[in-house]
């Protein structure tokens, strides 16, 4: 069974930074490209970040570029997001998400939430 | 950026009933659209993709259409698990956008 279990969402202040982990399971994950997409409250999806399964290609939003990094750890199972000079308006649900052939997302983890607040 | 939008913003329907929603495209996506179901407090699921093709275990009552710049999500008769928030997704070009959603709710 797939499964994608988010960690590391928290409060922070703005202008902090925070690394969202999300662990694999189920699938071979280095074959995998990997995704990040947020959900602010109430909201709907917005799209973040991708890395491909060897990590040899990576994309960013516009909102996130220069401020966020995605790697991954293929050994460990583990995709990761580090973000920095953290805003209010990145608050918001973390979602990992992997990709189905095509850039679409097939599976989803729960979430993790990222709250930006002083 | 390709902005998708939605509609209606909610459809109140009852069980049985076929519920259609609407993506519009602000430029042309070829056949390069999914659909997504989100229930509250969980992650999106993934339900059509490339326009018409249902996803792994979706039931037959879900079907996708269109081309181009216009496209419909249609469920044939309504079960109570089916109401729930809709997104439609393009991946036609950089960024991935996803659209403002469709809630189903019961009317």
């Known amino acids: 069974e797939v499964q994608l279990v988010e960690s590391g969402g928290g409060l922070v202040q703005p202008g902090g930074s925070l690394r969202l982990s999300c662990i694999a399971s189920?699938?071979?994950?280095?074959?995998?490209?990997m995704h990040w997409v947020r959900q602010a409250p109430g909201t709907g999806l917005e799209y973040v970040s991708a890395?491909?399964?060897?990590?040899?290609?990576?994309y960013y939003a516009n909102s996130v570029k220069g401020r966020f990094t995605i790697s991954r750890d293929n050994s460990k199972n583990t995709l990761y997001l580090q973000m920095g000079s953290l805003r209010p308006d990145d608050m918001a649900i973390y979602y990992c998400?992997?990709?189905?052939?095509?850039?679409?997302?097939?599976?989803w983890g729960q979430g993790t939430l990222v709250t930006v607040s002083s | 950026e390709i902005v998708l939008t939605q509609s209606p913003d909610t459809l109140s329907l009852s069980p049985g009933e076929r519920a259609t929603l609407s993506c519009r495209a602000s430029?042309?996506?070829?056949?390069?659209l999914a659909w997504y179901q989100q229930k509250p407090g969980q992650a999106p699921r993934l339900l059509i993709y490339?326009?018409?093709n249902r996803a792994t275990g979706i039931p037959a009552r879900f079907s996708g259409s269109g081309s181009g710049t216009d496209f419909t999500l249609t469920i044939s008769s309504l079960e109570p698990e089916d109401f729930a928030l809709y997104y439609c997704?393009?991946?036609?070009?950089?960024?991935?956008?996803f659209g403002g959603g469709t809630k189903v709710e019961i009317k």
């Open positions: 998400a992997r990709e189905r052939a095509g850039y679409y997302f097939d599976f």
């Open positions: 189920g699938f071979t994950f280095s074959l995998y490209t």
């Open positions: 890395i491909t399964g060897n990590g040899d290609s990576i």
């Open positions: 430029q042309s996506v070829s056949s390069s």
């Open positions: 490339d326009t018409s």
């Open positions: 997704q393009q991946r036609s070009n950089w960024p991935l956008t």
